[in-house]
């Protein structure tokens, strides 16, 4: 059994920071990309950010230079930092994993519960 836990989410102001944490637990071999989406009311969800094993990192071009992706392999965790927030980043952020179970070839995606930002004008 595979978990994806995300924390960090909340209110705040724009302009403001928030820090999101997504922590990978269970039956894991190894984690190859770990990323962020988000899905606001009525819109598809969207890729926010993404960061490979070796650090390489992709962002949405909505979210350049305002929000920063890393990971802790040791913890099999993903952060993403969030500065200069805007009302249009409101919505709910999930974070996903692909990974490997055992030593063979194939990739698994596993996904967070998501969680909530808001952004107040």
């Known amino acids: 059994q595979v978990q994806l836990v995300e924390s960090g989410g909340g209110l705040v102001q724009a302009g403001g920071s928030l820090r999101l944490s997504c922590a990978a637990s269970?039956?894991?071999?190894?984690?190859?990309?770990m990323g962020w989406y988000r899905q606001a009311p009525g819109k598809q969800r969207e890729l926010v950010a993404v960061?490979?094993?070796?650090?390489?990192?992709n962002y949405g071009d909505s979210v350049k230079g305002r929000f920063t992706i890393s990971r802790d392999n040791a913890k099999n965790t993903v952060y993403l930092q969030m500065n200069s927030l805007k009302p249009e980043d409101t919505a709910v952020y999930y974070c996903n994993a692909d990974l490997h179970l055992d030593a063979g070839v194939y990739l698994y995606r596993y996904w967070g519960q998501g969680t909530q930002v808001t952004v107040s004008s």
């Open positions: 960061i490979t094993s070796g650090g390489s990192t």
């Open positions: 269970g039956s894991i071999f190894s984690i190859n990309a």
